[in-house]
């Protein structure tokens, strides 16, 4: 399509196809109700996301009376029946070689009286591919206390917030919750109206860690700053147009891995722990890789051909 730049006060050049530059007032005129029929259907997609949003608040509430349950087998609360454990450990195994395996692991590891699933939530978001990079080796016997995470969904104003639990007198700090809040808005943009994407977040905070004298993961031993999976609850900030690109990207990134815990870690936890999790959450890296394979296969195909026609 060809294109012809256009000068802007604002944003100094803009981009304008040319059969646009080309039309007719009257042609022009019918774009314009175009364009008003858009913002409408764009003001449609706001009443969807706020209905979304009652209901996720409705859904939080019942599933996280299931999560509760989930909470008291993994903490050792509630030990299941043979029948609410009647499901394969696994899945993706043929049930034959699973009974084949799980004989062989019980020969290896023995019962030693262990109460719920020690480090479910560690090993869960190991499974993750976006939080096994954010975990540092020094981060693992912390996160051996982590006991829960959940979440709850407010509508007025719009949010959603992250509760991690933490074992008392875990030996690293003195909360026994940390919680992040996204605050979020389904509003329309009134000076961009019409690069609405769904709901954004307006403000993120996170609780501060009260960390133990010398058991701060995220500092080394000269107080500076390293690497740590709780580096994520140092994030906070405001939505604001005069924040510096790099931190409002930071705050977009912060914001995805707050809602892949929401969608994703919370809802199948188990999955994650038995590593189980199809189309996980690093898929577009995944596909990304397989494209540059490809294109690498590709290239050497062209270039083996090359060969053989010399």
């Known amino acids: 399509m060809d294109v012809m730049e256009v000068v802007d006060l604002e944003t100094d050049t803009v981009e304008v196809p040319e059969h ?37 608040a409705e859904f939080a509430k019942c599933a996280n009376a299931i999560h509760a349950k989930r909470a008291a087998i993994v903490n050792g609360q509630y030990e299941p029946t043979a029948e609410e454990a009647s499901l394969p450990l696994l899945h993706v195994l043929d049930k034959d070689a699973l009974v084949e395996y799980e004989r062989e692991w019980d020969n290896t590891n023995p019962n030693k009286g262990e109460t719920g699933v ?38 007025s104003p719009q949010a959603f917030t992250l509760i991690f639990k933490f074992s008392p007198n875990n030996g690293y700090f003195t909360n026994t919750e940390v919680m992040k809040r996204y605050e979020t808005s389904t509003a329309l943009d009134d000076k961009d109206p019409f690069n609405y994407e769904g709901p954004y977040w307006v403000s993120v905070t996170s609780t501060d860690i009260n960390w133990l004298p010398g058991k701060d993961v995220t500092k080394d031993s000269t107080g500076d700053l390293q690497e740590s999976f709780f580096n994520f609850f140092k994030v906070n900030g405001r939505r604001d147009q005069n924040l510096p690109p790099l931190a409002m990207e930071e705050l977009e990134q912060d914001y995805e891995l707050g809602q892949l815990i929401c969608d994703e870690i919370i809802p199948r936890a188990v999955l994650y722990y038995t590593g189980e999790v199809n189309g996980d959450d690093d898929s577009d890296f995944e596909c990304d890789e397989e494209e540059d394979t490809e294109d690498e296969d590709s290239n050497s195909g062209d270039a083996s051909n090359e060969e053989m026609d010399e």
Not at 127 to 155: C, K, N, W
């Open 20 to 56: 646009v530059m080309k039309s007719s007032a009257e042609v022009r005129h019918r774009v314009r109700a175009l364009k008003k029929l858009q913002l409408d259907a764009l003001q449609l997609q706001v009443q969807f996301y706020n209905k979304v949003n009652e209901m996720e």
């Open 118 to 155: 020690p480090r479910f939530w560690l090993n869960t978001l190991m499974g993750s591919a976006t939080f096994v990079d954010m975990i540092q080796e020094r981060d693992e016997p912390v996160l051996e206390h982590l006991v829960d995470i959940s979440y709850s969904v407010d509508t």
